[in-house]
């Protein structure tokens, strides 16, 4: 079975500030990771992915994230926050054993303070 | 090119009922996941559907249930309702059913029982 932690329910960071937003996993097989974010009341918007390939992955919004295969971890980064980015983050993964859900973890809530 | 839309955004029935959500697909993707995602948790997987077949089911009794049309929208129903059905149901459509492929996500149904 797959899963996600966040250990984090919420990261404060102030504007300017770069941020981290933590994740690990669990698959069996190879993870595909995702984050998503999510704005009250909205959807789920996609950030970005980790494939294969480059450890460090760029996205959406300046947002990108670390893959470390000995760590099982993805974390979220992004060099400079703004008050625009506080919104819940989700990270997500799926395996390669071919079947394509995703899971989820809880969510971190990122309040960046002016 | 048009996201995805769901109907109704808002829905209040009574326990015992049974409802009906619905989600137009991305233009251009033919597969459908629809999530469960109760307050102050991540989405869970419901089921998807892939060219109008269920394509993966996660845990959720029978009472769940869907339907994908030729124009790749989709329909979740859920038949006796309980309390604990309560949440915001996510629909999301990907270009194809692999795990490489990321979903992209529609507002939302808010569904409240009572």
């Known amino acids: 079975a797959q899963s996600v932690a966040q250990p984090e329910d919420q990261v404060n960071v102030a504007e300017g500030n770069p941020l981290t937003v933590k994740c690990t996993y669990s698959v069996s097989g190879n993870p595909y990771l995702f984050w998503y974010v999510q704005y009250p009341n909205r959807g789920l918007q996609f950030l970005l992915k980790?494939?294969?390939?480059?450890?460090l992955v760029k996205g959406s919004y300046g947002f990108e994230a670390e893959f470390n295969k000995s760590q099982t971890s993805f974390h979220l980064k992004k060099p400079s926050a703004l008050v625009s980015d506080s919104a819940l983050y989700f990270c997500a993964v799926r395996d390669d054993s071919g079947y394509s859900t995703l899971t989820f973890g809880k969510g971190t809530m990122l309040l960046v303070s002016p | 090119e048009t996201g995805v839309t769901q109907s109704p955004t808002h829905l209040i029935k009574t326990r015992g009922q049974q409802v009906t959500l619905r989600c137009s697909s991305q233009s251009g993707h033919n597969t459908v996941s629809w999530y469960q995602q109760a307050l102050g948790q991540g989405p869970q997987f419901i089921f998807q559907?892939?060219?109008?077949?269920?394509?993966g089911r996660g845990n959720f009794p029978p009472r769940f249930s869907g339907l994908q049309f030729p124009n790749y929208s989709s329909e979740l129903n859920v038949n006796a309702l309980e309390l604990d059905d309560s949440a915001l149901y996510l629909c999301?459509?990907?270009?194809?059913?692999?795990?490489?492929?990321?979903?992209?996500f529609g507002p939302g149904t808010r569904l409240t029982v009572t």
């Open positions: 999301a459509s990907s270009e194809r059913p692999g795990q490489t492929y990321e979903q992209y």
């Open positions: 559907y892939y060219r109008e077949e269920e394509n």
């Open positions: 980790y494939i294969t390939g480059d450890n």
